[in-house]
Structures are given as C-alpha cells and as structure tokens.
C-alpha cells in the first residue's frame, strides 16, 4: 500500500492534465498513487505508473 495517495480533481482541466500527470510521475519519491477525480459523474479512477 503507498504511504500517500494523491487526489487530482479533473474537471475541465483536459489541456492541463498531461502536464500535472507528467509533473506526477517526475517526482523522486515515488511511494505515492494518484487517483483522477471529476467529470460530470464524480468518478474516481486510479492511474497506474
């Protein structure tokens, strides 16, 4: 289980998404997950590195 989960709100943000996903996986801890929340139905999705 990672010791942080990292919660990223998504809506209306399509053109920022890749570099806050790409900032993300760019960092040197790498003990962490991130979950995508938002849309119009609320749905949380983990992104898998």
Request: proline letters at 6%; charged letters at 20%; a positive charge.
């Given at each position: 289980?990672?010791?942080?989960?990292?919660?990223?709100?998504?809506?209306?943000?399509k053109?920022?998404?890749?570099?806050?996903?790409?900032?993300?996986?760019?960092?040197?801890?790498?003990?962490?997950?991130?979950?995508?929340?938002?849309?119009r139905d609320?749905?949380?999705?983990?992104?898998?590195?």
């Amino acid at each position: 289980m990672p010791a942080v989960s990292v919660i990223v709100p998504v809506y209306n943000i399509k053109a920022l998404l890749p570099r806050c996903v790409a900032s993300l996986q760019a960092q040197t801890w790498q003990d962490f997950e991130v979950w995508l929340r938002g849309g119009r139905d609320r749905r949380m999705q983990k992104n898998s590195r």
